[in-house]
């Protein structure tokens, strides 16, 4: 493939990217979202240096799977709640060309767990001719193993892109992407998954810029998409129900709900890395019932209005936090324009 060095307009996505990112924490700390989250634990395995992606185990009480980012190997951590290893797992037969995302969902027929693993990464926008998502049973015992895996190929129905989320829709067990970009989207993947030829992909709802993860509540009403700065939580029609603040990290690469859908997981790349549960905003939380409703198949629509929100004061620190990250931002830009005449 032959690229063309295109200063102008790199540096035109650039600045749009600079002005985006600093008012996005902004509008976080607007939308008076809860911010009373708790740190859980931290990673304590030094062969966990990226994680990317977060998981809640199906089968197995207190504890979190995880795996790094691009340039790693195919394998995952299953790790309890005082952040130390309890397995290692290596995905036999597959590859980790850019692993950034993973989901857990439960086999209907069989009730095991099932893992999914996101080979979707993509910093060309485009580049490679179809991504990967391999299906992992979830494993029994909690002992470092090779564990086989089903590969599925995806293509995008609008042209190859970069994404960082996958989720499974609990009551239909449907895979969605989510894509990472300035006008993102949520494509949907057929019912039936092909492994002997590449499945595609369909966007079914619009994302919020720079998606990095996504998940689907415990029962299936809603989910949620992070970014670097904060979360978003829509209704399986693809209307936003409400905006999270999340805890300021290094960088915000993944999101989960806990098993009762009350709160969320998020966690960060790098060694030592933390993970924090955030209370999920009471207008988002599941509706109590005598009794689980029926699988129905749904899926995320075209995004239109957005729910009203909730107005909060800012600091004149926090204000200036930003206008002075958006200056250095800004300088460093022109300083490239000048390199590239």
Same mark, same amino acid.
């Given at each position: 493939?032959?690229?063309?060095?295109?200063?102008?307009?790199?540096?035109?996505?650039?600045?749009?990217?600079? *002005?985006?990112?600093?008012?996005?924490?902004?509008?976080?700390?607007?939308?008076?979202?809860?911010?009373?989250?708790?740190?859980?634990?931290?990673?304590?395995?030094?062969?966990?240096?990226?994680?990317?992606?977060?998981?809640?185990?199906?089968?197995?009480?207190?504890?979190?799977?995880?795996?790094?980012?691009?340039?790693?190997?195919?394998?995952?951590?299953?790790?309890?709640?005082?952040?130390?290893?309890?397995?290692?797992?290596?995905?036999?037969?597959?590859?980790?060309?850019?692993?950034?995302?993973?989901?857990?969902?439960?086999?209907?027929?069989?009730?095991?767990?099932?893992?999914?693993?996101?080979?979707?990464?993509?910093?060309?926008?485009?580049?490679?001719?179809?991504?990967?998502?391999?299906?992992?049973?979830?494993?029994?015992?909690?002992?470092?193993?090779?564990?086989?895996?089903?590969?599925?190929?995806?293509?995008?129905?609008?042209?190859?892109?970069?994404?960082?989320?996958?989720?499974?829709?609990?009551?239909?067990?449907?895979?969605?992407?989510?894509?990472?970009?300035?006008?993102?989207?949520?494509?949907?993947?057929?019912?039936?998954?092909?492994?002997?030829?590449?499945?595609?992909?369909?966007?079914?709802?619009?994302?919020?810029?720079?998606?990095?993860?996504?998940?689907?509540?415990?029962?299936?009403?809603?989910?949620?998409?992070?970014?670097?700065?904060?979360?978003?939580?829509?209704?399986?029609? $693809?209307?936003?129900?409400?905006?999270?603040?999340?805890?300021?990290?290094?960088?915000?690469?993944?999101?989960?709900?806990?098993?009762?859908?009350?709160?969320?997981?998020?966690?960060?790349?790098?060694?030592?890395?933390?993970?924090?549960?955030?209370?999920?905003?009471?207008?988002?939380?599941?509706?109590?019932?005598?009794?689980?409703?029926?699988?129905?198949?749904?899926?995320?629509?075209?995004?239109?209005?957005?729910?009203?929100?909730?107005?909060?004061?800012?600091?004149? $620190?926090? *204000?200036?936090?930003?206008?002075?990250?958006?200056?250095?931002?800004?300088?460093?830009?022109?300083?490239?324009?000048?390199?590239?005449?």
């Amino acid at each position: 493939m032959t690229m063309t060095w295109q200063p102008a307009a790199v540096l035109t996505r650039l600045l749009i990217a600079t *002005v985006l990112v600093c008012l996005t924490p902004m509008a976080a700390q607007a939308a008076g979202a809860d911010d009373e989250e708790e740190r859980l634990f931290t990673f304590k395995d030094r062969r966990i240096t990226e994680s990317s992606g977060l998981a809640l185990s199906p089968g197995h009480e207190g504890v979190y799977y995880t795996h790094n980012d691009s340039s790693a190997a195919p394998e995952f951590f299953a790790v309890g709640e005082d952040g130390r290893t309890r397995a290692r797992f290596t995905v036999r037969g597959a590859q980790a060309r850019d692993w950034e995302a993973m989901a857990a969902s439960t086999d209907p027929e069989t009730g095991r767990g099932v893992l999914w693993f996101a080979d979707i990464g993509d910093n060309l926008d485009g580049a490679w001719p179809d991504v990967s998502v391999y299906r992992v049973m979830e494993p029994a015992v909690l002992k470092d193993a090779v564990v086989p895996a089903t590969r599925f190929r995806f293509r995008y129905e609008d042209g190859g892109r970069n994404a960082e989320g996958i989720m499974v829709n609990p009551r239909t067990g449907r895979l969605y992407v989510v894509s990472k970009e300035f006008s993102g989207g949520v494509y949907a993947a057929p019912r039936r998954l092909r492994a002997d030829r590449p499945n595609v992909l369909r966007r079914v709802a619009s994302a919020p810029l720079m998606a990095t993860d996504a998940a689907y509540a415990p029962d299936g009403n809603s989910y949620v998409v992070r970014t670097y700065f904060s979360a978003t939580i829509f209704d399986t029609e $693809g209307e936003r129900i409400t905006q999270v603040s999340m805890p300021q990290l290094e960088q915000a690469e993944s999101i989960a709900f806990t098993r009762d859908g009350k709160g969320l997981l998020t966690g960060t790349e790098g060694p030592s890395s933390p993970v924090y549960r955030v209370p999920v905003p009471e207008r988002a939380l599941p509706e109590p019932s005598a009794s689980a409703p029926a699988p129905v198949e749904t899926q995320p629509a075209q995004a239109a209005a957005e729910a009203p929100v909730q107005r909060a004061s800012l600091s004149i $620190g926090g *204000v200036l936090t930003w206008v002075a990250a958006a200056m250095g931002a800004i300088g460093v830009i022109v300083f490239l324009a000048r390199r590239t005449r």
